[in-house]
């Protein structure tokens, strides 16, 4: 089992892409190019991360960072997928994390801000390929391509560091005119859960509105999804999630989890193949 160290190796390499500004409803601000390296110092025992912003006809935006150890806000998974963010939700305070997923020459990140009343402000919508490959990016994901049933694992890792959970998912998805139909299936043990949900479709955007906070889904660019709260409170749980369809057949969802306190309590990568399509 690889440490959390060697979980981050995974993303060493120059990879070239663009930080997407969209608004809380995916309306598109600002595309702007980037180059962000990671490279490894010290047989590894460093990281020099060089994040470069290629605003068009402005100067180069450029950070530099070095480090060799990780902080608590962050935590690994073995392929390089992660999530960094707030630990705690505070009242008055700006709140957000990133959630990233990898896929060998390919990695796609997540970015959810929100305001110091909690409403969701700012996604930042990142795609990055390894300079020098030509891996394609996916099409925008659409509703039709969720549809029907997949299988999964999910593996839960812990800000504790905890031994990780590894459990199998079902996940059924149905369309009914202008509203979707999840039933979420979690298999730990002996114990099931079942979670059935109903969403609103309007176009590129999902609204599930049938518990103590509204969740959105917006369909994004390559393949992503984003899904959170439109505001998030302290006293109510809730999730974060980043989902990325890799191929028509297989999907990756990275969900962060914050407790009723607001505290920060696991995190989740469900890989999924889908079975059979929707009746």
Not at 5 to 34: A, M, R, V
Not at 63 to 92: C, D, I, M, T
Not at 112 to 119: A, P, T, V, W, Y
Not at 223 to 248: K, N, Y
Request: hydrophobic letters at 35%.
């Amino acid at each position: 089992m690889r440490t959390q160290w060697e979980c981050l190796l995974q993303n060493l390499g120059e990879w070239q892409g663009s930080f997407t500004h969209l608004s809380p409803k995916g309306e598109l601000i600002e595309d702007t190019p980037t180059v962000v390296s990671l490279e490894g110092l010290n047989s590894n025992q460093t990281i020099r991360q060089v994040v470069r912003r290629l605003p068009p006809n402005q100067p180069i935006e450029e950070k530099v960072l070095e480090y060799s150890s990780l902080g608590r806000q962050v935590l690994f998974f073995e392929n390089g997928a992660f999530s960094q963010g707030s630990l705690q939700l505070g009242p008055f305070s700006e709140f957000g994390a990133e959630l990233g997923l990898i896929d060998g020459e390919r990695r796609l990140r997540l970015v959810q801000l929100f305001d110091k009343n909690g409403q969701l402000e700012r996604l930042t919508l990142i795609r990055e390929k390894l300079t020098g490959t030509t891996a394609a990016e996916k099409p925008p994901l659409t509703v039709d391509a969720l549809l029907g049933e997949w299988q999964g694992e999910g593996v839960t890792i812990y800000p504790d560091l905890r031994s990780p959970n590894t459990y199998p998912t079902t996940l059924r998805i149905q369309r009914n005119g202008n509203q979707l139909i999840q039933k979420l299936i979690i298999n730990q043990g002996t114990a099931q859960r079942e979670i059935s949900s109903t969403g609103r479709i309007e176009g590129s955007c999902l609204y599930f509105e049938g518990g103590p906070q509204i969740n959105q889904v917006l369909l994004l660019p390559d393949g992503a999804s984003s899904t959170c709260p439109q505001q998030v409170r302290v006293g109510q749980a809730f999730f974060l999630e980043v989902g990325w369809l890799l191929q028509s057949h297989l999907r990756q969802r990275l969900i962060r989890r914050y407790d009723d306190k607001g505290a920060w309590s696991s995190l989740t990568l469900v890989t999924e193949r889908w079975t059979n399509p929707s009746s």
